[in-house]
């Protein structure tokens, strides 16, 4: 990328967004070409949607097809981010995640992922039961279970605490509760705070970044449909015992990973997330946050998945209107571990919602980045 700055120009770099991308791609681009960097926030600090709210999951590139930019990101970002996690003194749980098989008809997908990881140069074992028993005692699987070694997991709060503060000291600005209300003219934005003159605008808005490429008329067949992911947590004291990470396998179609069971460095397990389509973006409890424009996308497109049964899409969505229930949500569960009881399922941490891109042409839901 070849950048040319202008003396008259307030900002060489205006980033919108101070999620886990913005702030990362603003201390590059600062390092990278000592610019002026401005990141602005519609909320009163940084990582109060995904960023901060997600598993905190580390994951080590097993799931993406080899040669996809995913597959490559996930691998390097995996190594780096560990490293950052480590200099900073930001603890992680790094005893890596087991990928378990529900029934005999998961294991060609689980074998899959074998191949992927190899493919990708993730460091991943198959296992056998007794294998698996000695990896994560409590875990169930039928026949062979994958270990994926290089799976960590860190506080994702602690994350974005020690990426602000970087930031900021290597010379990036943030300016707080200032929304980016589109457009003004080609080279400034207006925004709560007032107009701001860049030369480049870097888009990194998660639940929004569709409207803001739309202003700009880049992406108009993309939309992002909200789902919103709910945690409970293991009772402390529950006969379960999780060391690491239980995942199920996944549906490959599909970019949800599924409920899974997960050891924070805090010492707690939390159980989730389920994926929820909501009708608004920001819908984080009940009704809350429902609009009308956000509904009526989501209404229309679950009606052309649902009608299409595109990639068995009428299976998956029953199964997550089922996990609005306690016992929906239980039955999800008991599938990974052995000796779960109902109530070892306590409310857990504050949901987060999931960006997801949608083709809208052929109302397919994007995998990989475009
Ligand atoms: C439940 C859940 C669990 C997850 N678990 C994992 C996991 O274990 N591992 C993993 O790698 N990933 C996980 N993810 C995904 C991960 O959290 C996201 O990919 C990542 O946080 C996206 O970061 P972001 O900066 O793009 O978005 P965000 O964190 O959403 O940041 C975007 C920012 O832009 C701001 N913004 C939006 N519009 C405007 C505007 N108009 N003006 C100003 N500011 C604006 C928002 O307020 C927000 O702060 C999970 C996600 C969810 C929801």
Same mark, same amino acid.
């Given at each position: 990328?070849i950048?040319?700055?202008t003396?008259? !120009?307030a900002?060489?770099? #205006?980033?919108?967004g101070?999620?886990v991308?913005?702030?990362?791609?603003a201390?590059e #681009?600062?390092r990278?070409?000592?610019?002026?960097?401005l990141?602005?926030?519609?909320?009163?600090?940084?990582?109060?949607?995904?960023?901060?709210r997600?598993?905190g999951?580390?994951?080590?590139?097993?799931?993406?097809?080899?040669?996809?930019l995913?597959?490559?990101?996930?691998?390097?970002?995996n190594?780096?981010?560990?490293?950052?996690?480590?200099?900073k003194?930001?603890?992680a749980?790094?005893y890596?995640?087991?990928?378990?098989a529900?029934?005999?008809?998961?294991?060609?997908?689980?074998?899959?992922?074998?191949?992927?990881?190899q493919?990708?140069g993730?460091?991943?074992i198959?296992?056998?039961?007794?294998?698996?028993?000695?990896v994560e005692?409590?875990?169930k699987?039928?026949? !062979?279970?994958?270990?994926v070694k290089?799976?960590?997991v860190v506080?994702?709060?602690?994350?974005m605490?020690?990426?602000?503060?970087?930031?900021?000291?290597?010379?990036v600005?943030f300016?707080?509760?200032?929304?980016y209300?589109g457009?003004?003219?080609?080279e400034a934005?207006k925004?709560?705070?007032?107009?701001?003159?860049?030369?480049?605008?870097?888009?990194?808005?998660g639940l929004?970044?569709d409207?803001v490429?739309?202003?700009?008329?880049?992406?108009s067949?993309?939309?992002?449909?909200?789902?919103r992911?709910?945690f409970y947590r #293991?009772?402390?004291?529950?006969q379960?015992?999780?060391?690491g990470?239980?995942?199920?396998?996944?549906?490959?179609?599909n970019?949800?990973?599924?409920?899974?069971?997960?050891?924070?460095?805090e010492?707690e397990?939390?159980?989730?997330?389920?994926?929820l389509?909501l009708l608004?973006?920001?819908?984080?409890r009940?009704?809350?946050?429902?609009?009308?424009?956000?509904?009526?996308?989501?209404?229309?497109y679950?009606?052309?998945l649902?009608?299409?049964n595109?990639?068995?899409?009428?299976?998956i969505?029953w199964?997550?209107?089922?996990? #609005?229930?306690?016992?929906?949500?239980?039955?999800e569960a008991?599938?990974?571990c052995?000796g779960?009881?109902?109530d070892?399922l306590?409310?857990?941490?504050?949901?987060?919602?999931r960006?997801?891109?949608v083709?809208?042409r052929t109302?397919?839901?994007?995998?990989?980045f475009?």
């Open positions: 990328m950048v040319q700055f003396k008259q !120009q900002w060489d770099f #205006l980033v919108i101070a999620g991308i913005g702030v990362s791609i201390r #681009l600062r990278r070409y000592a610019s002026r960097v990141v602005i926030e519609k909320e009163s600090s940084s990582g109060r949607h995904a960023s901060g997600n598993s999951v580390l994951h080590a590139g097993v799931y993406y097809k080899a040669g996809t995913k597959a490559r990101m996930c691998v390097e970002g190594r780096r981010m560990r490293e950052y996690c480590r200099l003194g930001i603890p749980n790094d890596g995640k087991v990928i378990v529900r029934s005999a008809a998961e294991l060609p997908a689980l074998r899959d992922l074998y191949a992927r990881a493919t990708n993730v460091h991943a198959l296992l056998d039961g007794q294998g698996l028993r000695e005692p409590c875990a699987t039928v026949e !062979q279970a994958l270990q290089d799976t960590a506080n994702p709060q602690r994350v605490e020690a990426l602000v503060a970087d930031a900021v000291q290597e010379g600005e300016r707080f509760s200032c929304l209300q457009r003004d003219g080609n934005a925004t709560s705070q007032g107009r701001v003159a860049y030369g480049h605008l870097v888009n990194c808005a929004f970044a409207q490429a739309h202003g700009f008329g880049v992406g067949c993309y939309r992002i449909l909200p789902f992911g709910q #293991l009772r402390p004291g529950s379960v015992q999780v060391r990470n239980i995942y199920p396998v996944p549906d490959l179609h970019p949800f990973l599924g409920v899974h069971f997960t050891h924070t460095p010492g397990v939390t159980v989730g997330p389920s994926a389509p608004g973006r920001e819908q984080y009940g009704f809350a946050g429902a609009n009308a424009q956000d509904g009526l996308a989501m209404i229309r679950l009606i052309r649902i009608g299409g595109r990639d068995h899409f009428r299976s969505a199964k997550e209107i089922a996990k #609005l229930s306690h016992s929906g949500f239980y039955r008991e599938g990974l052995v779960l009881r109902k070892d306590l409310p857990g941490k504050e949901p987060g919602i960006a997801q891109l083709n809208i109302a397919e839901l994007s995998n990989d475009v």
